[in-house]
């Protein structure tokens, strides 16, 4: 079942003389369950790429349909709310906030919906993620692997329609890294969650199912891995 498709996707940044292509009418689809790494060099287009699926920045040209919903037709509000029920997005830096615990980030998109909380679903993310003993820790009380963890816990709460990871492994050490792509591995097979990764780390792209080149903003290959 496909979960996502991308038409013609485009961003262009000036104009004339100083105009910038960042993305070039990429398309490509995704199926549900799928684990897709994307690739590239810096200033390859990946990173604007991600953005564009996770309704975060809006396209010059192009379309992304999420479970056939065109997310670009929403107002801004409309897909704020989009985003936060159905986009997890868990990023380099981890942007916790700071004055909330563990469990307060994690529940943190349910408090801004207005949603109760599952708990027995909360509960089995803090065992999952090696939490249970940092709970009613602040962020800055815990190492870096552990506060990624925290921002995965947080982009699976919700159960999304798609995951979104930039570079998660960039800002940990190596085993850290090893760590948490062993828990973006468990939410896919465990949740048959879909999951969209940027990296430069080859071995988070070899545990993909499909790797996606991006240079100078075109997809250069697309290659099932598994």
Do not use: W
Not at 178 to 195: A, F, G, P, V
Request: aromatic fraction near 4%.
């Amino acid at each position: 079942m496909e979960i996502l498709k991308v038409e013609n996707l485009t961003k262009q940044y000036g104009k004339k003389e100083a105009q910038v292509i960042a993305l070039d009418h990429v398309s490509f689809s995704v199926q549900k369950g799928e684990f897709v790494a994307i690739m590239g060099a810096s200033g390859s287009g990946k990173s604007t790429l991600l953005h564009l699926i996770g309704g975060v920045d809006r396209p010059t040209q192009g379309k992304v349909l999420i479970e056939g919903t065109d997310i670009y037709n929403m107002d801004n509000d409309t897909l704020a709310i989009f985003r936060r029920r159905q986009i997890g997005l868990i990023y380099q830096f981890y942007n916790l906030i700071p004055i909330l615990n563990v469990k307060e980030n994690i529940t943190l998109p349910c408090d801004l919906d207005g949603e109760e909380v599952d708990k027995t679903r909360l509960q089995e993310l803090i065992h999952t993620l090696g939490l249970e003993k940092r709970e009613n820790h602040l962020p800055n009380e815990l190492s870096g692997g552990q506060q990624q963890r925290v921002s995965i816990g947080r982009a699976l709460i919700n159960r999304p329609a798609i995951v979104l990871a930039d570079e998660p492994t960039g800002n940990l050490d190596s085993k850290s890294s090893k760590e948490i792509i062993e828990l973006l591995k468990l939410s896919n097979q465990k949740y048959h969650q879909t999951l969209i990764v940027i990296t430069h780390d080859e071995n988070i792209a070899l545990e993909a199912d499909r790797v996606i080149t991006i240079q100078d903003g075109k997809i250069v290959k697309d290659e099932k891995i598994r």
